[in-house]
């Protein structure tokens, strides 16, 4: 059987200053199509291939839909894909060209997720919040990290959460190499949601494992803007046994972090900011202690951001 592959590599790991607090960044977006859907997308579509499949459907914020499209691409499957309506015109023409069905639905993410299940005989949907190959090609985050840090990952690791693949696949990825012996003990993880859609962080402060869907407000972290969350009992059972944290922050602290990592050479989708703001905010109080070392994932590339926002760079005295 042939993977089905665009060459995704071993995504670096750099540490940098960020108001000079000494942290790492996983750069996540150096993969094929500018996020690490790749790693999930990579092994659903080589699994498809071998099924014989030759028409698929998929929901998506922009890059899971965009990812979707790549690899479809180069397996030769027919895609089709369904966004949400005011999805970052970046990742529409990405999804297009590679020369997927792009279909805008108006309404939330859970509308596009119902239009894109209900598809004729024949036509596969994908399903990435919850696929189980999906969520094996994540956990490869987890073995490059404990590799690339020589069998000692950091005390925490930041990350965005939305519908939970990347909190899943590192927990998961982790929880694997400790029980084999690779490692000592699994960093913990600070999952991040935007306060603009944040329903686990919701039942994480009630101390609940009932995630009640959310009316979303707007936001430019549109990459976690998940109101309803497939797997969000099962995303709290897991954060719980890692002994991790759930927070949220702002669109202000998010974009304030966006640019400040601008400024330091690293050009990232504000979605991937949420886990910079959140990682600031938990150092802020004392959640992560002084002393303990933090890897943040960045999830997506910057050239994704709206045009707007990055217009708007132009004349902003920064
Ligand atoms: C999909 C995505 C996320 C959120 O990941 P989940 O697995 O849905 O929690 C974060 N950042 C970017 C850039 C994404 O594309």
Redesign the pocket.
């Known amino acids: 059987m042939q993977n089905v592959s665009l060459g995704e590599v071993m995504t670096p790991i750099r540490n940098v200053h960020f108001r000079g607090w000494r942290v790492s960044l996983k750069l996540e977006y150096v993969l094929p199509t500018g996020?690490?859907?790749d790693r999930g997308i990579a092994v659903c579509m080589t699994h498809l291939k071998a099924l014989g499949v030759k028409k698929i459907s998929e929901d998506s914020?922009?890059?899971?839909g965009a990812s979707t499209a790549a690899y479809a691409a180069a397996a030769g499957i027919q895609a089709g894909i369904y966004v949400p309506e005011g999805t970052s015109p970046a990742k529409l023409g990405q999804i297009a060209v590679y020369g997927a069905e792009l279909n805008e639905v108006a309404g939330t993410r859970s509308v596009s997720a119902k239009r894109a299940q209900d598809v004729p005989e024949g036509c596969r949907y994908i399903g990435h919040?919850w696929n189980p190959f999906f969520a094996c090609g994540?956990k490869t985050i987890a073995y490059e990290i404990a590799e690339q840090t020589n069998w000692s990952p950091p005390d925490w690791i930041a990350t965005?959460?939305?519908?939970?693949?990347?909190?899943l696949g590192l927990i998961d990825g982790f929880e694997e190499l400790l029980s084999a012996g690779y490692i000592q003990k699994s960093p913990r993880i600070l999952a991040v949601q935007s306060e603009a859609c944040a329903p686990i962080y919701r039942a994480w402060i009630r101390d609940s494992y009932d995630v009640k869907p959310v009316t979303p407000q707007s936001t430019y972290a549109e990459?976690?803007a998940?109101p309803s969350p497939a797997r969000g009992s099962q995303i709290l059972e897991s954060i719980r046994r890692n002994n991790g944290i759930v927070a949220a922050v702002n669109d202000e602290d998010l974009l304030s972090s966006w640019k400040n990592m601008a400024h330091l050479g690293y050009l990232i989708?504000p979605?991937?900011a949420v886990a910079v703001a959140g990682a600031w905010q938990a150092r802020q109080r004392n959640q992560i202690g002084q002393g303990e070392d933090v890897l943040i994932v960045l999830?997506?590339n910057g050239l994704k951001t709206k045009p707007a926002l990055l217009e708007g760079m132009i004349s902003s005295k920064l």
């Open positions: 996020s690490y859907k914020s922009g890059n899971a919040s994540i965005p959460l939305g519908g939970g693949s990347l909190v990459g976690v998940l989708e979605t991937s999830t997506g």
